[in-house]
């Protein structure tokens, strides 16, 4: 735990100040690793929004860039494989008024942790999900994942995967997720403005980050020559177009892909918590006295 954002240095003119976020634990991912400049993004999106380390908590799972919250100057927790969501739900029902910040790999999300996303999108859940994606489980030498090409040679797939890759944009519009929008480590403004969207909404936002691993899939050459930005002739609250979007083959359209408006998971809890206590369901007296 660390400043107090009411007491932190003013950031220096025309910058931010992204120190009372940093820890004094040096991150340990290879040099050039897309994962740095997600870091990096989340910093700046503190800094802009002034949120206080105290009231921030940043949840992961296993992984490389599940090493994230040791770098921030937040409360954080590093859980199982696969298991971000089911705590980041806790912790966001325990006290809703935490800033709540999901990270994690395409391994951890798509893999062991693909089975919460849906369940996580209809209950809205009001947590910003972070998935730095390099279709590859870094952490074991470079193993496929689950968004990782059939072309793709490794020392475990000599021959090319045998699974066909999945494609995270359109399971996240097919599953309703409120907010839904791909970013590239390699454009750190773009994706520092998405971040922040993402933190805004209020309900479950999933950002897929493209976060190439340059020891065992370095794709920042093929990956950079294909982005390209979401125009504003896009409606994000059109979920037709936001499919045919996530379905595009020739390029990968990068920024906010689908958007749309419900109550968060803590808004209907608050809700039912009121509608309860009028019929006295929150009287624990009213209760006892129906077993006497």
Same mark, same amino acid.
């Given at each position: 735990?660390?400043?107090?954002?009411?007491?932190?240095?003013?950031?220096?003119?025309?910058?931010?100040?992204?120190? !009372?976020?940093?820890?004094?634990?040096?991150?340990?991912?290879?040099?050039?690793?897309?994962?740095?400049?997600?870091?990096?993004?989340?910093?700046?999106?503190?800094?802009?929004?002034?949120?206080?380390?105290?009231?921030?908590?940043?949840?992961?799972?296993?992984?490389?860039?599940?090493?994230?919250?040791?770098?921030?100057?937040?409360?954080?927790?590093?859980?199982?494989?696969?298991?971000?969501?089911?705590?980041?739900?806790?912790?966001?029902?325990?006290?809703?008024?935490?800033?709540?910040?999901?990270?994690?790999?395409?391994?951890?999300?798509?893999?062991?942790?693909?089975?919460?996303?849906?369940?996580?999108?209809?209950?809205?859940?009001?947590?910003?999900?972070?998935?730095?994606?390099?279709?590859?489980?870094?952490?074991?030498?470079?193993?496929?994942?689950?968004?990782?090409?059939?072309?793709?040679?490794?020392?475990?797939? !000599?021959?090319?995967?045998?699974?066909?890759?999945?494609?995270?944009?359109?399971?996240?519009?097919?599953?309703?997720?409120?907010?839904?929008?791909?970013?590239?480590?390699?454009?750190?403004?773009?994706?520092?403005?998405?971040?922040?969207?993402?933190?805004?909404?209020?309900?479950?936002?999933?950002?897929?980050?493209?976060?190439?691993?340059?020891?065992?899939?370095?794709?920042?050459?093929?990956?950079?020559?294909?982005?390209?930005?979401?125009?504003?002739?896009?409606? !994000?609250?059109?979920?037709?177009?936001?499919?045919?979007?996530?379905?595009?083959?020739?390029?990968?359209?990068?920024?906010?892909?689908?958007?749309?408006?419900?109550?968060?998971?803590?808004?209907?809890?608050?809700?039912?918590?009121?509608?309860?206590?009028?019929?006295?369901?929150?009287?624990?007296?009213?209760?006892?006295?129906?077993?006497?």
């Amino acid at each position: 735990m660390g400043t107090d954002a009411e007491t932190m240095p003013k950031p220096p003119q025309g910058g931010l100040n992204i120190a !009372p976020y940093k820890t004094d634990v040096d991150p340990i991912w290879c040099p050039g690793c897309g994962d740095f400049g997600v870091l990096t993004c989340i910093y700046r999106m503190l800094a802009t929004k002034q949120i206080r380390p105290e009231e921030t908590v940043v949840v992961s799972g296993i992984g490389c860039s599940s090493r994230l919250p040791a770098y921030v100057n937040a409360y954080g927790f590093h859980t199982v494989h696969g298991r971000v969501l089911p705590v980041a739900t806790g912790v966001k029902t325990a006290n809703p008024k935490l800033e709540v910040i999901a990270v994690g790999g395409d391994g951890d999300a798509y893999s062991i942790g693909a089975g919460h996303i849906p369940h996580a999108a209809r209950r809205n859940i009001d947590v910003c999900y972070i998935v730095m994606d390099n279709e590859v489980y870094g952490l074991t030498k470079g193993q496929g994942s689950a968004t990782a090409p059939v072309e793709m040679v490794k020392g475990t797939t !000599p021959f090319g995967q045998l699974d066909d890759p999945l494609n995270p944009i359109a399971v996240a519009v097919a599953y309703d997720i409120s907010f839904v929008a791909r970013g590239y480590s390699g454009k750190p403004k773009e994706l520092t403005d998405l971040i922040i969207q993402g933190v805004e909404h209020k309900g479950f936002a999933l950002i897929e980050v493209l976060s190439p691993c340059t020891t065992f899939h370095d794709i920042y050459k093929p990956t950079s020559q294909r982005i390209r930005f979401v125009d504003s002739s896009h409606d !994000p609250f059109d979920r037709i177009a936001a499919m045919k979007l996530a379905f595009e083959k020739e390029t990968i359209p990068l920024g906010v892909i689908y958007k749309s408006q419900r109550s968060s998971f803590d808004e209907r809890i608050e809700e039912t918590k009121k509608r309860a206590q009028i019929k006295g369901a929150g009287d624990l007296n009213k209760v006892l006295d129906v077993f006497q």
